[in-house]
């Protein structure tokens, strides 16, 4: 066990509650619950639709599809990212061609590079907004406006950030979130996807359970008698044991939020003052998740990234790298280009706790142990 884990979940009597009283209402599998935490969670991002789903990868998949991503396509994607991301491009037989990141105090993708990777056959954009700071989603707009792209967002780190007054995952045509234990918002495996227009919701819902017309939720209701199936669908489904858990966390998510927020100033505070550390998204003002908090150390001390991390680890901080970069792993080789900015920021990249609950002693003690370590 860690002094500091990377992540804490903030679950308490509420959360059981829910649990038991949808297991006393008997009905457990997609329901009235699922519907409540579709409504609620549209509602919070100002959506005009949700879509629960079993996990986040389900939801990418969905949008890829729902979205005629296909065989032949090219999608641009980021490579600093978790490999769902870009597995999802290749479930509906496309392309992924992978974008650089901005910069070390950047790690969206590049809108730059972004316009340097289209052909003729580009379909789609998705891009990932990193620990809940936005992409630069004006630029992205623009470019994919100009040449009749699909915009996907990954949102999985950023439910509730915002960009422009706009909730993150409703600015392009679909956003997709998760509900992983560890995210911001949990349900032990669980995803959202949120659809820019009607015509892709509908599609997505029908696709998330086997492309049937009607769910036996309706069915049971008497809304319904039979169904037929009208495309080769998925089961993708959230249940309402789990819908329950994202009823009661969606109500606490903007207090953890803010939660966060200060945790995240008190690190700022701190760290400024050691010059081997670079604080990515340093400063950015706006409302944004703090999902994760990255740090990346100078180019002077790009050899000691793993000692810093065993320094923390020995001071009993837990400590992570997010993410491997995708392009370098076996089955994406035959993809792979030359990524500077991103190799370069992933051999010095840190991930330090971050939850709620972390206090200025904690912030103070992670911090110091990394001031000594940084000396070595
Ligand atoms: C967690 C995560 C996913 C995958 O979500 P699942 O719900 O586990 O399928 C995809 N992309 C990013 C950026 C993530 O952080």
Known sequence: MYRIPLFDLNYDEREEQAVIDTLRSKWISTGPKTAQFEDNFAQKLQADNALAVCNCTAALHLAMKALDIEPGDEVICPSLTFVATVNAVRYVGAEPV???????????????DIRRLITNRTKAIVVMHYAGFPCDMDAILKVASEHGLRVIEDACH???????????????????????SNKNLSTGEGGMLVAGSRAVFDRAKLLRSH??????????????????????????????????????????????????????????????????????FKGHKGFVSNYIFPVVLHRSCAANRDEVRKV????????????????????????????????????RLITLPMYSTISPNDVDMITEALREAVKH
């Open 158 to 180: 950023g439910p509730l950030s915002e960009y422009n007054g706009k909730k993150l995952g409703t600015i392009g045509d679909a956003g997709c979130f998760s509900f992983f």
């Open 211 to 280: 492309g049937m017309t009607t769910l036996s939720y309706e069915r049971s209701k008497g809304h319904s008698m039979g169904y037929d199936v009208v495309e080769l669908g998925h089961n993708y489904r959230m249940d309402d044991i789990r819908a329950s858990l994202g009823i009661v966390q969606l109500e606490k998510l903007e207090d953890d939020l803010k939660e966060r927020a200060k945790v995240r100033a008190w690190y700022e505070e701190a760290l400024a003052e050691i010059d081997e550390i670079i604080v990515p």
């Open 312 to 347: 923390l680890q020995e001071q009993g901080v837990q400590t992570s790298m997010h993410y491997p970069p995708v392009h370098r792993f076996s089955i994406y080789k035959g993809y792979s280009r030359q990524l500077p900015v991103t190799e370069s920021v992933v051999e």
């Open 98 to 112: 992978f974008a650089d990141i901005v910069g070390d105090s950047d790690l969206g993708i590049d809108p730059g």
